[in-house]
Structure formats: C-alpha cells, structure tokens
C-alpha cells in the first residue's frame, strides 16, 4: 500500500476554498484599488487581492502579483534611493506566484519564486514571513523528495516560530503556524518510511492544533498518525483516527478531506479484514473523487480497491481494479501528453505570428527605405549620367535581393530552433512515459509475488528445498504454487503463455483457476485438477466459443503425501527429474498444454511412484534449457542441465541451487536472457 501523507503550506492565509466573506472583500479592495489613491497604498491593495485569489481563482491571483511586480520596478524606477518601502511588498508577490506555481505542481517555479521572497525577508529580517518561507520552500523540497535540504528548512521554520511565540502562550496563529511546521516535519520522516521520528512530530502538531481550536488542521494530522498505525500494523488505532477525521470533515463540508478520509477508512478496514465496510468506504471516495473530476485519486482508489480484494482472496475482482488502474494512469498520461502538446503547438503558433508580424514591419521599413533611395536618384539624375542611373538601379536590386535571402535564412534558422526544441521536449516525454510505465510494472511485480507462494510456507512442509525463479523482465509468466490439504500437499511449477506483462497477468488467472478447482470445487486428483483448470481457462479466454485462442500454460503437478512417501502427478508438456542414489531419471510429459489446443478433448493422465527418503525431485520450465551462451552463443539444452543437475545432487539444496544460478550467469555471459527461467528442487 502507498501511504500518501498530508503536507500543509503556509501562504498567509489558510489552504482552502474562499468562503462568501472573503469574496466580499475581494470585491471591495479591487473597488478601492481603481480608486485615485496612491501607489503605494493601490499596491498593497493588489496584493491583498492576490492573497484572497490564490487559492480560489489562482489565474487571477497571478496576474494581480504580475501587475504588483510590474508597479514595484515603477515606483524603484522613479525613487531608486528609497525601495525599502516597497521591497516588503515585493516579497509579498513573489510569494503569490510561489503559491500558484505550487497548486498548478510547478514545483522548480514555485521554488524559484519562494527563494526571491526569503531573499528579500531576509535582507529586511523579516522572521514572521521567513518562517512562513522556509516552511513553503522545505514543503517543495518534500515533494520532489530532496529531503535533506527540506529537514533543514522545516528546521529553521521551526527554529524561528519558537523564538516568536517565546512568551506568548495565549497567541492562537503562532500555535496553528508551528504546527503546520511539525505536520511537514513528521510528513518528510514519514516520506522516508523513518515512523518512529515522524511520530513525535505528527503528536505536537496534533497537540497545538488542537489547543489553537483548528479542528479542521487536525483532523488533516489524525489522517497522518492513522497512517503511520496502519504501517505498524495497528489497524484499529489507525481506523479510529481516520474514522475521528472523517467527521470533522464531514461536518466542515471539506469534500476534499472526505476523500483523503475515506481513502484511508478502505485501508485500514481491509487490514482489519473488514471488507464490506472497506468496499463502501470506498466506493463513497470513488463517487466524490468522480463528480470533483480527482482522477488521480480514482486512480488511487482503483489501487485500495485492488488491494482489498487481494486480501480478501478475490483475485478476479482485484485483476479488474488492477487493469482499471493501469488503464486510468495511461489515460491521465495521454491525457498529459496531449495537453502539453496543445501548448506546445500554441506556442509554436504565437511565435509564428509574431514572426509575421515582424516580417510586415521590416518590409514597410523597407518601402520607406526604398523611397528615400529613389527620391535621391531623381535628385542625382539631373548630375550624373544615364550609366551611373542604370548602375545605381542594379545595385539596388541586388541589395533588395541580399535583404531578402537573409530575412529567409534568418526565418529557416528560427524553424530549425524550434523544431530542435520540440524534439527535446518530445524526449523529455517519452523519457517520463517510460519511467512511469516502468514503476507500473514494478507495482504488477509486487502484486504477483503477493499470490505466488512464497518459499516460507512451502518450508513449512518441505523442509529441504530451493526456488531459483528469474523472471526475463520485471513480471514473469512462470509461476509456483502450492497448498496443504487433506495430507497432501501440491505443488505445481507451470510456464504461461508470453512473459512479462501478457504472461503475468496469464500466471494471476491461473491461479486463480488452481485456487478455485482444488480449494472452492475441492477436487484433489492431479490428472482431475489439470482437466478441469482446462475447461476454466479455455472457458475465460473464449467465453464466446468463436475464437481460437490457444492460451494456457505448460505445467508439472504434484500430490504428495510426505509421510507415506508416495507421489501422485500429470503434467502438460513439462517433465520431471528423479534423482535416487546419484541416478537420474527422466519422466515424460504428456504432450499438450493445459488450455486449447486440438487434444483438448483428451484427459491428463494420472502418474504414480513410490519414493523413498533421500530421493530428490527437480520440477522446471523450459527457460533454462534454451538459454543462448558458452563460446558459440547455442542453447545450454536439457541434456547438460541433466548433467549438472546429477554431478551437484549430492550437495544441500541451497548450494545446488548457487551452483546451478552461477554455471547459467557463466553460460549467459553478456547475452540476454531469452526467457523466463524457474527450476524447483526437493529432497525427500
């Protein structure tokens, strides 16, 4: 799960939708501001305009701030030796276009613009508005995860809020301010996944918010400690502070709190396995992230949702979520993309204009040039000859022509610029495109390692074994499971259809399909089992009947029953080997695959051996086998694995497992691998 903590900026006023009152007052102060009074007094109105917008309509609110600016280089223009005055006020606007810059996630310019207000506060020794600063720049700083420079100005937030609340215990704003400063301290530890040192800070917020009265800002830090409960998996502690928050927020009418809330709530009830009320709690944040138009919260939610139902045991519904939010982050990178391709486009256009336009205005500087020059040549024609006419006429001509390659070749380079520029920008893109793909299919990983079996539960029935699983990328279409039941225990190593993501999301339906035959339908004959996962998987691919979709898997499964040392197993395409007193020994496959195929018709066969105490069995896919390398770049194939296998099946498990990774990584050199590789081995 991805905790998302809450950061609170400090802007002068607080981070919410303007109330009517506020409205009101804007209106007046723009009526004031169009009034003949002074500049500097009209200035200060501007400003106050700007605070009032930043949040409500941040458009405005910068163009306020820009009219501010463009007032203050006016007034230092005319008095140079007297900007003290309005450098305070200078600050003040660089500080609006911070705000708006951090609400439209421009973080570089929010920085930028923060930094030339701390510039000027602290030439001025300004603490009230430094520490408002350096509270806003060590938030930006968390955002973009440069935390060691944002510890040091939260730090110094912090640092200076004390010294200006020394002695002044009743003071409401200085207690609401500090705790802003300590809520950013413990979201940056908490960032860091460092809990135990968010925590103290996460409580003396919590503790000023709620003696200054702000009982909305503390609702926003419960939602940050039920957070750091849920990671130290203190689920009901966590559930009662988001459950606490979500009250306040209701009651406060903060829709946006109610998300933050309730997206939380779906957490901490799936951990507590109380999954109706985490589907509902849910399904309330979708419905209001939906009609505010939050799809990156819908996102997020899709990714809750997917999880729960992980959790839950209902892995078809979880596939759903999770192909739902996969579908949604490559709509809101389309969507992304586009935009900034629309801007790019618009730009291009405006400089086009403008191009013109200067082109028109060279060309009638041009006219009046030219008629200056002819006025002069009727002038001169009553003194020089006709040759010196004639002469003046072609060299006129030939400097028109001169001027009017250079306009071109001047017009071509600026082309080329931009063309460069967009193809830069276009990189840029793509590069991101990439990285944000790559951590989708990071995300998948963690989920199929959350449904294959993992190796703790298998040793706690087979005490001596090894897994070497090498997925080709990131998701692999190879996959192990196993179940205890009835004192068997099954194990199957299968290889999918496809690897990476078309054979992980193979290797989640089957599954699936495993779960739902041996445990819901409880059949436990191998042979039974792989028939009817047959049907099942051909029956989801091919609901209609119509297509002829041949995906499946190739597997080995078995049923042992470890106290009697008897094997029950079918397999689909993929053999076993049997090592007994250093001996090897192949057992065949049937030759088809668990899903369509034209033997779909025809029944697995049902296999059986008596083993004794020593045997040891090695299951595998077909990945290792045709790995490409040695001197020649040819497969390393079944016969030397066969090999290698029998020469090491004396040492323990887990240094047969080392030897046989490094002789492959040897053997692979600096080709790549061809193909997903899993290879099980078991001592009896």
Same mark, same amino acid.
């Given at each position: 799960?991805?905790?998302?903590?809450?950061?609170?900026?400090?802007?002068?006023?607080?981070?919410?939708?303007?109330?009517?009152?506020?409205?009101?007052?804007?209106?007046?102060?723009?009526?004031?501001?169009?009034?003949?009074?002074?500049?500097?007094?009209?200035?200060?109105?501007?400003? +106050?305009?700007?605070?009032?917008?930043?949040?409500?309509?941040?458009?405005?609110?910068?163009?306020?701030?820009?009219?501010? $600016?463009?007032?203050?280089?006016?007034?230092?223009?005319?008095?140079?030796?007297?900007?003290?005055?309005?450098?305070?006020?200078?600050?003040?606007?660089?500080?609006?276009?911070?705000?708006?810059?951090?609400?439209?996630?421009?973080?570089?310019?929010?920085?930028?613009?923060?930094?030339?207000?701390?510039?000027?506060?602290?030439?001025?020794?300004?603490?009230?508005? +430094?520490?408002?600063?350096?509270?806003?720049?060590?938030?930006?700083?968390?955002? !973009?995860?440069?935390?060691?420079?944002? #510890?040091?100005?939260?730090?110094?937030?912090? #640092?200076?809020?004390?010294?200006?609340?020394?002695?002044?215990?009743?003071?409401?704003?200085?207690?609401?301010?500090?705790?802003?400063?300590?809520?950013?301290?413990?979201?940056?530890?908490?960032?860091?996944?460092?809990?135990?040192?968010?925590?103290?800070?996460?409580?003396?917020?919590?503790?000023?918010?709620?003696?200054?009265?702000?009982?909305?800002?503390?609702?926003?830090?419960?939602?940050?400690?039920?957070?750091?409960?849920?990671?130290?998996?203190?689920?009901?502690?966590?559930?009662?502070?988001?459950?606490?928050?979500?009250?306040? &927020?209701?009651?406060?009418?903060?829709?946006?709190?109610?998300?933050?809330?309730?997206?939380?709530?779906?957490?901490?009830?799936?951990?507590?396995?109380?999954?109706?009320?985490?589907?509902? @709690?849910?399904?309330?944040?979708?419905?209001?992230?939906?009609?505010?138009?939050?799809? #990156?919260?819908?996102?997020?939610?899709?990714?809750?949702?997917?999880?729960?139902?992980?959790?839950?045991?209902? &892995?078809?519904?979880?596939?759903?979520?999770?192909?739902? &939010?996969?579908?949604?982050?490559?709509?809101?990178?389309?969507?992304?993309?586009?935009?900034?391709?629309?801007?790019?486009?618009?730009?291009?256009?405006?400089?086009?204009?403008?191009?013109?336009?200067?082109?028109?205005?060279?060309?009638?500087?041009?006219?009046?040039?030219?008629?200056?020059?002819?006025?002069?040549?009727?002038?001169?024609?009553?003194?020089?000859?006709?040759?010196?006419?004639?002469?003046?006429?072609?060299?006129?001509?030939?400097?028109?022509?001169?001027?009017?390659?250079?306009?071109?070749?001047?017009?071509?380079?600026?082309?080329?610029?931009?063309?460069? @520029?967009?193809?830069?920008?276009?990189?840029?893109?793509?590069?991101?495109?990439?990285? #944000? !793909?790559?951590?989708?299919?990071?995300?998948?990983?963690?989920?199929?390692?959350?449904?294959?079996?993992?190796?703790?539960?298998?040793?706690?029935?087979?005490?001596?074994?090894?897994?070497?699983?090498?997925?080709?990328? $990131?998701?692999?279409?190879?996959?192990?499971? @196993?179940?205890?039941?009835?004192?068997?225990?099954?194990?199957?190593?299968?290889?999918?259809?496809?690897?990476?993501?078309?054979?992980? &999301?193979?290797?989640?339906?089957?599954?699936?399909?495993?779960?739902?035959?041996?445990?819901?339908?409880?059949?436990?004959?191998?042979?039974?089992?792989?028939?009817?996962?047959?049907?099942?998987?051909?029956?989801?691919?091919?609901?209609?009947?119509?297509?002829?979709?041949?995906?499946?898997?190739?597997?080995?499964?078995?049923?042992?029953?470890?106290?009697?040392?008897?094997?029950?197993?079918?397999?689909?395409?993929?053999?076993?080997?049997?090592?007994?007193?250093?001996?090897?020994?192949?057992?065949?496959?049937?030759?088809?695959?668990?899903?369509?195929?034209?033997?779909?018709?025809?029944?697995?066969?049902?296999?059986?051996?008596?083993?004794?105490?020593?045997?040891?069995?090695?299951?595998?896919?077909?990945?290792?086998?045709?790995?490409?390398?040695?001197?020649?770049?040819?497969?390393?194939?079944?016969?030397?694995?066969?090999?290698?296998?029998?020469?090491?099946?004396?040492?323990?498990?887990?240094?047969?497992?080392?030897?046989?990774?490094?002789?492959?990584?040897?053997?692979?050199?600096?080709?790549?691998?061809?193909?997903?590789?899993?290879?099980?081995?078991?001592?009896?």
């Amino acid at each position: 799960m991805k905790l998302r903590f809450l950061l609170l900026l400090c802007i002068g006023i607080s981070f919410h939708t303007l109330t009517a009152q506020r409205k009101t007052i804007a209106d007046s102060i723009l009526k004031l501001s169009n009034a003949g009074i002074s500049d500097s007094l009209r200035l200060n109105r501007m400003n +106050m305009i700007g605070w009032n917008l930043t949040n409500n309509d941040p458009t405005r609110a910068r163009e306020y701030a820009e009219r501010s $600016i463009t007032l203050i280089m006016k007034m230092i223009k005319a008095h140079p030796k007297n900007v003290k005055p309005v450098m305070i006020e200078l600050g003040v606007a660089y500080n609006i276009l911070g705000s708006v810059a951090y609400k439209n996630a421009d973080y570089p310019g929010a920085s930028r613009y923060f930094l030339n207000a701390l510039a000027i506060y602290e030439h001025e020794q300004d603490k009230v508005r +430094m520490a408002v600063i350096y509270n806003n720049v060590g938030s930006i700083d968390i955002v !973009i995860q440069n935390y060691k420079e944002g #510890e040091l100005y939260i730090k110094k937030s912090i #640092e200076l809020r004390k010294e200006l609340s020394a002695g002044k215990p009743d003071d409401m704003e200085a207690k609401k301010a500090l705790s802003k400063a300590y809520n950013n301290m413990g979201s940056l530890y908490g960032q860091q996944n460092e809990y135990d040192k968010a925590m103290p800070y996460y409580q003396d917020a919590l503790k000023l918010k709620e003696e200054s009265g702000d009982t909305r800002g503390a609702a926003q830090t419960r939602c940050n400690i039920g957070l750091i409960y849920l990671h130290r998996n203190k689920e009901k502690e966590a559930y009662d502070c988001f459950q606490s928050a979500l009250t306040v &927020f209701r009651q406060a009418e903060d829709q946006i709190g109610v998300v933050l809330a309730l997206e939380n709530t779906g957490l901490a009830c799936a951990a507590l396995k109380k999954y109706d009320e985490g589907v509902a @709690a849910l399904n309330e944040a979708l419905k209001l992230e939906k009609a505010l138009n939050l799809k #990156e919260d819908v996102q997020a939610t899709y990714n809750s949702f997917a999880d729960l139902y992980m959790q839950k045991g209902d &892995f078809k519904t979880a596939n759903d979520y999770l192909v739902k &939010f996969i579908q949604l982050k490559d709509t809101l990178l389309n969507d992304k993309i586009n935009n900034q391709t629309s801007e790019l486009q618009e730009k291009y256009k405006s400089t086009q204009k403008q191009n013109q336009i200067d082109l028109l205005q060279q060309q009638e500087k041009n006219k009046d040039l030219a008629a200056s020059r002819q006025r002069l040549f009727i002038y001169a024609i009553v003194f020089v000859l006709l040759m010196m006419v004639v002469l003046a006429v072609v060299l006129w001509n030939r400097n028109k022509l001169k001027q009017k390659a250079n306009t071109e070749l001047g017009r071509k380079n600026e082309l080329i610029e931009a063309q460069k @520029a967009e193809v830069e920008h276009q990189k840029a893109i793509i590069e991101e495109s990439q990285k #944000e !793909i790559v951590d989708s299919i990071q995300y998948a990983q963690r989920i199929q390692r959350a449904v294959i079996t993992s190796d703790s539960y298998i040793t706690g029935f087979v005490k001596d074994f090894f897994a070497l699983y090498k997925p080709k990328a $990131i998701v692999s279409g190879d996959f192990y499971w @196993a179940l205890h039941q009835n004192n068997r225990f099954y194990l199957i190593v299968a290889d999918c259809t496809g690897h990476g993501v078309p054979g992980a &999301f193979m290797s989640l339906l089957n599954i699936s399909i495993l779960n739902e035959v041996v445990i819901e339908k409880k059949i436990t004959r191998p042979d039974l089992i792989l028939n009817e996962a047959r049907k099942d998987i051909i029956k989801a691919l091919n609901p209609g009947g119509v297509e002829d979709a041949k995906d499946g898997m190739d597997c080995i499964l078995f049923a042992l029953d470890l106290e009697k040392r008897t094997l029950e197993y079918a397999s689909a395409n993929n053999s076993f080997y049997l090592v007994r007193n250093n001996e090897l020994t192949l057992h065949q496959a049937d030759k088809m695959p668990v899903g369509k195929s034209p033997k779909d018709h025809v029944p697995f066969t049902l296999q059986q051996l008596q083993l004794q105490q020593g045997d040891i069995l090695y299951l595998l896919t077909d990945g290792l086998a045709d790995q490409f390398g040695g001197p020649k770049g040819k497969k390393f194939k079944y016969k030397q694995l066969q090999e290698l296998i029998q020469q090491h099946s004396t040492l323990p498990m887990e240094e047969q497992k080392k030897v046989i990774e490094e002789t492959l990584e040897v053997w692979r050199g600096n080709l790549e691998q061809v193909d997903d590789i899993l290879l099980i081995g078991i001592r009896i």
